[in-house]
């Protein structure tokens, strides 16, 4: 006897799926967007506190746009693999190609009405989604340049934030913003590599999880000693919360080393209990230590 499907259950399963589509798991890496605004210290100005707040909103929406537009390149090559076939919604057929393009539309409209309140912003997410574009179709497989393109969204979001609140960005907060997301970068790589080969990515075959290591071990001393000297130079005060960010470094590599985790940072984050506690208390710690009278 066959059994029925009730509307409401394949209506919920296709809202799922649109949620899926947009990765709102993934949204926490736009937290990077909040850091001038921080470390500024200006977050105790409800003006600026909204407009970063916004900008932080709007990324999500243009990192939403480049996860649906990368979904609707590789749905045939997501439908091959053993694992995204089931877990993406456009290769799993749990949104529709016709659904996914609506989505696109709605996101790209919501883009340009932001453009309304700070055309900077929207130019700089404009730039973030064509680097994504230019790294799926192309930059993606060079070797070094991939690692490279990805840590450059990081800094596109720290940028953002600064953009969106008319602060400069300081040079010592991009510096090391682009040493913490090579590091995350090249875990990220190793971990791909040493689990699946190079049948994850066709770049893969061209890095060895010797090299990538190297990489990690370089940009996670890279990271520590310029936000030291950020802190040592610019803003004493938060000297206390350095063993926080190098406890944080240490515990995502034994997260990487014994659960396999390094593939993605978000998901390792959401996880593992105590790199969460850490990194919030690292925000709270930096927050009342630079906030304004």
């Known amino acids: ?54 900008a932080f909103m709007l990324f999500c929406v243009a990192a939403s746009i480049v996860y649906v537009i990368n979904d609707l390149s590789d749905v045939r090559r997501d439908a091959l693999h053993p694992v995204k076939r089931l877990t993406r919604p456009l290769a799993s057929g749990a949104v529709s190609i016709t659904e996914a393009r609506v989505v696109l539309v709605v996101l790209a409209a919501l883009l340009l009405v932001g453009s309304f309140v700070s055309i900077p912003l929207v130019a700089v997410l404009i730039g973030y989604i064509l ?27 720290v940028y953002a934030g600064a953009v969106a609140i008319d602060v400069p960005l300081s040079s010592w907060m991009l510096v090391t913003t682009l040493s913490i997301a090579l590091y995350l970068a090249a875990i990220k790589r190793r971990d791909e590599l040493e689990a699946q080969g190079d049948g994850a990515r066709a770049v ?11 990489f990690a071990l370089m940009s996670s001393v890279c990271s520590m000693v310029f936000y030291s000297l950020f802190v040592v130079t610019t803003r004493p005060v938060l000297a206390f919360t350095i063993p926080l960010v190098l406890f944080g470094i240490f515990r995502y590599w034994f997260l990487v080393d014994r659960g396999n985790r390094g593939e993605s940072p978000t998901d390792a984050l959401w996880s593992d209990r105590t790199l969460a506690v850490t990194v919030v208390m690292w925000g709270l710690f930096c927050a009342y230590l630079l906030r304004q009278p």
Request: charged fraction near 15%; hydrophobic fraction near 55%.
């Open 1 to 54: 006897m066959a059994t029925e499907v009730s509307p409401s259950a394949t209506t919920r399963t296709g809202s799922y799926g649109l949620i899926r589509l947009l990765r709102p798991k993934h949204w926490i890496k736009n937290l990077f967007v909040l850091a001038p605004l921080i470390f500024s210290g200006m977050f105790t100005r409800p003006g600026l506190a909204l407009l970063a707040i916004f």
């Open 131 to 157: 680097l994504n574009v230019f790294y799926s179709v192309w930059l993606k497989s060079i070797p070094v340049v991939d690692i490279f393109c990805v840590a450059a969204g990081f800094v596109l979001r």
């Open 204 to 214: 893969l075959g061209k890095y060895s999880i010797a090299l990538l290591d190297r």
